[in-house]
């Protein structure tokens, strides 16, 4: 019985062991199961390629805004048109009012063709775009490359209108005397020699002048590429077309002062999308550049108002609204990168330094720059881009620059000078030249006979007023 019993006891026990070596074993080969599979998927992991960067998206807000922006900034060149048009004697009217509108129409085609793809096309040599995107090729409404939220076709709207109303800006300065046909072959001309690679030098990728492979000066919505360049063109063309008849003895006062008050109005409500537009996108740096431009147009206009009061006796509506565009075209090439207070004493400047040159300079050396472009945008420009290089901060805008007072180094001032006098060099020297040419062929001026007459009547058969005996 004993041998029986305790040869069940020893095959219990075997059995016991077997059952916990096979269940050991099973446990094992589990375990290294797991951690080959665990091994494999580290490996998947650490083979697996990066993830690639979302593309850039179209947003809608963005793209509302600059939309809303681009119809703001056409609205400009109408409102440029009633501005110049109150200026002027009342047998010219209808031809400033020609003139601002066949730039609305001639520039956009041209833009279209050429214009842009020379401007921000692909560099070449630092100086010019190619013919890549001549009429619009490779341009289409996905994000491009200068604004990643919006459609590359809307930027190229939205410049177009810049480019549209920087000649207009040039017609105060021989307002009532030049040939609408010369204008017209003046525009192209200068549009495609001037324009185009100023733009394409400060705002172009690849640029000499700007922050996208230049040395570094900043503009940004249109300081030196609209202001400077216009008022330079400006200059050349008082110099080309001489004096009206009975300057400066005899000219009337402005024929319609309501109708360039109204003009005023519009160009100030159109500067929110000028200036504010260039931000590119719905966001702070917007908000901050349409603060800056509205107050530096308002201290501007009061300042001018005041210089006014103390020099005549009293304030004029005249004085008034064209401070406040010397403002606002002041502020232009500063408004994103300067808080308020670089505002306010853009305001400033923008007021005095200009009042001076419409009204001491102009009176000192009587030249005829019939509506003051140089004195108001040409000198606002200059002033205001070498403004930025003292109130520019990047706690307004951080992918901007730091101006002498935020850094306490001169390094962006001297780039914003190099940009100012090449560009006031190449905009006067260019534009002389295309004058000469254009006057050559087709004879800029009008003749005595015609400008007494008025351009309105015999430039276009038509007359902005009937008159009943």
């Keep these: 019985m004993s041998n029986i019993f305790s040869g069940g006891a020893a095959a219990g026990r075997l059995s ?53 922006a681009t119809a703001l900034v056409m609205l400009m060149t109408p409102g440029l048109a009633f501005f110049y048009g109150g200026l002027v004697r009342k047998k010219n009217i209808l031809s400033i009012l020609m003139q601002c509108f066949v730039c609305l129409c001639l520039v956009s ?85 001037v324009y185009c690679p100023v733009a394409h030098w400060l705002w172009g ?68 999308g000028f200036n504010a537009g260039s931000a590119l996108a719905a966001n702070g740096l917007a908000v901050n550049a349409f603060m800056a431009t509205h107050l530096a147009g308002a201290v501007a206009g009061i300042t001018w108002c005041v210089l006014d009061w103390l020099k005549f006796g009293k304030p004029t509506t005249l004085g008034m609204i064209t401070g406040a565009v010397a403002g606002l075209a002041s502020v232009t090439p500063a408004s994103g990168f300067v808080d308020i207070d670089g505002a306010f004493w853009i305001g400033i400047g923008a007021g005095v330094i200009c009042w ?24 606002g420009g200059i002033w205001g881009m070498i403004a930025v290089g003292f109130w520019a901060t990047r706690a307004v805008n951080p992918d901007g620059v730091e101006g002498l007072f935020s850094s306490g180094q001169a390094t962006q001032l001297w780039a914003q000078f190099k940009a100012v006098g090449i560009t006031m060099a190449y905009s006067f020297g260019a534009s002389l030249l295309i004058f000469k040419i254009v006057d050559f062929i087709l004879p800029l001026r009008v003749n005595e006979h015609d400008e007494r007459v008025g351009l309105d009547l015999t430039q276009h058969r038509e007359a902005g007023y009937t008159v009943i005996d």
């Design 16 to 68: 016991l062991a077997m059952k916990t070596a096979g269940l050991l074993i099973a446990v094992l080969t589990g375990v290294n199961a797991w951690a080959d599979g665990a091994a494999l998927a580290g490996a998947a992991v650490l083979t697996a390629p990066t993830p690639a960067l979302p593309a850039p998206m179209i947003s809608a807000g963005d793209t509302a805004w600059m939309m809303l």
């Design 356 to 379: 001076f040159s419409v009204t001491a300079f102009k009176a000192r050396y009587q030249y005829d720059d019939s509506l003051d472009a140089f004195g108001v945008h040409g000198i």
């Design 109 to 193: 085609v041209l833009w279209v063709i050429c214009g842009y793809s020379l401007a921000f096309g692909p560099d070449t040599g630092h100086v010019i775009g190619t013919l890549d995107w001549a009429w619009l090729k490779n341009v289409g409404v996905g994000p491009g490359p200068y604004a990643k939220t919006i459609p590359h076709r809307l930027f190229v709207l939205y410049q177009m209108m810049f480019a549209v109303i920087t000649p207009g800006l040039i017609i105060g300065a021989f307002a009532e005397r030049i040939r609408f046909s010369a204008f017209c072959a003046f525009t192209v001309l200068w549009s495609l020699i």
């Design 205 to 272: 990728a690849g640029g000499f002048m700007g922050t996208q492979g230049g040395f570094g000066a900043v503009d940004f919505a249109g300081g030196a590429v609209v202001h400077i360049n216009a008022g330079m063109a400006a200059l050349a063309a008082v110099i080309m077309t001489g004096r009206r008849q009975g300057f400066p003895e005899s000219l009337s006062p402005p024929h319609n002062l309501p109708l360039a008050t109204l003009g005023a109005g519009i160009l100030w409500f159109g500067w929110y």
